[in-house]
């Protein structure tokens, strides 16, 4: 009893950045609508164009950040799971022993990462086999697809099948506070210049402007980070450790060009580029590696072709995904 309570508490103290955050943004709303454009603002102009460019940034802001919350953790599919009596004998083997089982069972499976062994990577919390780019979460309690990190602000783990949305939920929580820390910059500077007021408007004004810069500075550094990895088609686990293939480490094996990394994120469908909707390439379990050796027109077309698929090319394979990796390159061979 005692422990299932102790995961209950965890797991409402784990919404309290979540409900923080929500707060902010339900008092912003106070401020910046009623205070700032109903009460404040004199030009019956000027408010309808605040107004007008606001709420869509709002909605935008909410919607990623609500798509980032709820979006459920990328699985990893029953086929990467050892049966019982494999995992029985992974506990009992030897490290080599271990390595033996682990190349059996993957041999069918698309899998590229290695260990520094050279064996496949294995989860012995979840007893599976890891897919490309899969790590274990010792919050969620599970191997996640494509995972980047796992976020208190979001009480989620930011991977495979939310990672457009979180980029999103920043850029569009930049643009918040950048919108609302303009607009209210010449109130701000008019009511800290006529000094104390017992007026509390004046003093949502002031907070409002301090509060949106304060999260802007921060979420710069954050966006332009996400931004950063997004073109180099890296996770922030890749960053920090360079993914392994049969070659070595190699942390550009999974960069196909900025526009090819772009589009693997946020699809091929411009219209929804910029749209809290689900448009990334691929099912997260296999992914299309760079090339030094192909012909870079071809792979460019087998790519182009693999995303308006919806990641799936001929035979439900993907363009580089049941190679080898060599040399810095892949070989299809």
């Given at each position: 009893m005692a422990p299932?309570?102790?995961?209950?508490?965890?797991?409402?103290?784990?919404?309290?950045?979540?409900?923080f955050i929500t707060a902010i943004i339900v008092w912003s709303y106070y401020a910046y609508v009623v205070q700032m454009c109903?009460?404040?603002?004199?030009?019956?102009?000027?408010?309808?164009?605040?107004?007008?460019?606001?709420?869509p940034i709002l909605v935008l802001f909410l919607w990623s950040y609500g798509k980032t919350i709820f979006a459920p953790i990328g699985a990893v599919p029953r086929q990467?799971?050892?049966?019982?009596?494999d995992a029985d004998k992974m506990s009992?083997?030897?490290?080599?022993?271990?390595?033996?089982?682990?190349?059996?069972v993957a041999k069918d499976l698309p899998v590229l990462n290695?260990?520094?062994?050279g064996s496949p990577r294995y989860c012995e919390k979840c007893h599976c086999v890891k897919p490309d780019r899969c790590h274990h979460c010792s919050v969620c309690g599970q191997c996640v697809l494509k995972m980047d990190h796992h976020c208190p602000w979001v009480n989620n783990c930011v991977g495979f099948s939310n990672y457009k949305f979180f980029v999103l939920f920043l850029g569009y929580g930049l643009l918040y506070c950048f919108y609302v820390a303009a607009t209210s910059l010449q109130y701000f500077i008019l009511?800290?210049?006529?000094?104390?007021?017992?007026?509390?408007?004046?003093?949502?004004?002031?907070?409002?402007?301090?509060?949106?810069?304060?999260?802007?500075?921060?979420?710069?550094?954050?966006?332009?980070?996400?931004?950063?990895?997004?073109?180099?088609?890296r996770s922030t686990l890749e960053s920090f450790r360079a993914p392994i293939f049969q070659s070595g480490p190699d942390k550009n094996g999974f960069s196909l060009g900025k526009f090819n990394n772009f589009t693997e994120v946020f699809g091929v469908d411009k219209k929804l580029w910029f749209i809290p909707v689900f448009t990334s390439a691929g099912d997260g379990i296999s992914y299309p590696t760079r090339?030094?050796?192909?012909?870079?027109?071809?792979?460019?077309?087998?790519?182009?072709?693999?995303?308006?698929?919806?990641?799936?090319?001929?035979?439900?394979?993907?363009?580089?995904?049941?190679?080898?990796?060599?040399?810095?390159?892949?070989?299809?061979?």
């Amino acid at each position: 009893m005692a422990p299932r309570a102790l995961t209950i508490c965890c797991d409402i103290v784990r919404w309290i950045p979540v409900v923080f955050i929500t707060a902010i943004i339900v008092w912003s709303y106070y401020a910046y609508v009623v205070q700032m454009c109903f009460f404040t603002v004199e030009s019956i102009a000027e408010k309808v164009i605040y107004l007008l460019i606001y709420h869509p940034i709002l909605v935008l802001f909410l919607w990623s950040y609500g798509k980032t919350i709820f979006a459920p953790i990328g699985a990893v599919p029953r086929q990467f799971y050892l049966s019982k009596s494999d995992a029985d004998k992974m506990s009992r083997e030897t490290v080599e022993g271990q390595k033996a089982i682990l190349v059996n069972v993957a041999k069918d499976l698309p899998v590229l990462n290695r260990t520094q062994s050279g064996s496949p990577r294995y989860c012995e919390k979840c007893h599976c086999v890891k897919p490309d780019r899969c790590h274990h979460c010792s919050v969620c309690g599970q191997c996640v697809l494509k995972m980047d990190h796992h976020c208190p602000w979001v009480n989620n783990c930011v991977g495979f099948s939310n990672y457009k949305f979180f980029v999103l939920f920043l850029g569009y929580g930049l643009l918040y506070c950048f919108y609302v820390a303009a607009t209210s910059l010449q109130y701000f500077i008019l009511f800290w210049k006529s000094g104390v007021s017992k007026d509390m408007g004046h003093f949502h004004i002031l907070f409002l402007f301090f509060v949106a810069v304060m999260f802007g500075i921060s979420l710069i550094s954050l966006f332009g980070y996400h931004c950063y990895l997004t073109a180099c088609n890296r996770s922030t686990l890749e960053s920090f450790r360079a993914p392994i293939f049969q070659s070595g480490p190699d942390k550009n094996g999974f960069s196909l060009g900025k526009f090819n990394n772009f589009t693997e994120v946020f699809g091929v469908d411009k219209k929804l580029w910029f749209i809290p909707v689900f448009t990334s390439a691929g099912d997260g379990i296999s992914y299309p590696t760079r090339t030094i050796d192909l012909d870079s027109d071809g792979l460019l077309a087998d790519r182009q072709r693999w995303m308006e698929e919806g990641g799936e090319s001929d035979g439900g394979e993907k363009p580089g995904s049941y190679g080898t990796h060599e040399n810095g390159g892949f070989n299809l061979a």
